[in-house]
């Protein structure tokens, strides 16, 4: 998926929120919509492309303009899941074993080139994700909220690197790549860094606390029953397309459903509309699904399959897209 399409203006708080990180990054105000839509759904989002176009500064300049605490884990061959998770040390003066918390204890976390490490380790990702816990010991420790993981990955190099598993690509929200900035971008890169890095520059603009309180708002937007049933017939109709060996899950529905909310809020509206579904299919739905070998071997892609899949399902006529007694904002 190499192009985003957000057309709709933003709320004051996402816009404050996009326009600092666009201080770092140029030209991308779409892809930070859409890392910003991972983050508000309570999700995570992994960032495929190649080296060098912005994905870990990127990651960096969304956790400082939230006033979030970062931590890097930077993912290599022989890391091991205690890396990550945290090991527990043998304190001799009170004679008792201390768990001293990995990296993953961090409100934005960056997973850097998660396919470099074996697959054992990145499961030790799993329970956090999905349950925002560690366990270690025997004992299970909470992360901090917000809690977001935000993993890149290098697409073109295969010597040295491990596929995610599908249980691991599950657990990601949205999927997406930044892409090659234009001519004109590039060139406003290089002016913005020629006196340093923009990142040591820029502030927050939000708290942790603000942005679980936007996240609350996220939960509350309305979704017509028209829209929860046209959302639940896409992900149904990539089960049953011909290409298709395995079919999105009913986590891809919760996945699609709060990541519509996220972008409605962001949007000023307190309702979701049939266009939000549309816009976050694609990154939301690709990684989930896997073709037959014979679809393949043809030539065909995801892509393909989801863009015909949202091509296929009728989108609801929306009468009263409100929930009564709502107020838009």
Known sequence: MDHLFFTDPLNQAAQAVVDNVEQVIVGKQEVVRLTLVAVLAGGHALIEDVPGVGKTMLVRALARSLGCEFKRIQFTPDLLPSDVTGVSIYNQKNQEFEFRPGPVFGQV????EINRTSPKTQSALLEAME?????????????PQPFTVLATENPIEFEGTFPLPEAQLDRFLVKF???YPTIKEEVAMLDRNRLGQPIHTIEPVATPQEVLAWRAECT???VAPEVRRYLVEIIAATRKHAHVY????PR????????SQSLAWMSGRNYVVPDDVRTLAPYVLAHRILLTAEARLSGASVTDVVTEVLSKVSVPRMSNPVQVGATPR
């Open 246 to 249: 395995l079919g999105a899950s």
């Open 109 to 112: 976390v960056l997973a850097d």
């Open 131 to 143: 349950e925002f816990n560690v366990t270690a010991d025997g004992r299970t420790y909470t992360l």
């Open 177 to 179: 790549s930044m892409g």
């Open 252 to 259: 891809a529905s919760l996945a699609l459903f709060k990541a």
């Open 220 to 222: 509350n937007v309305w």
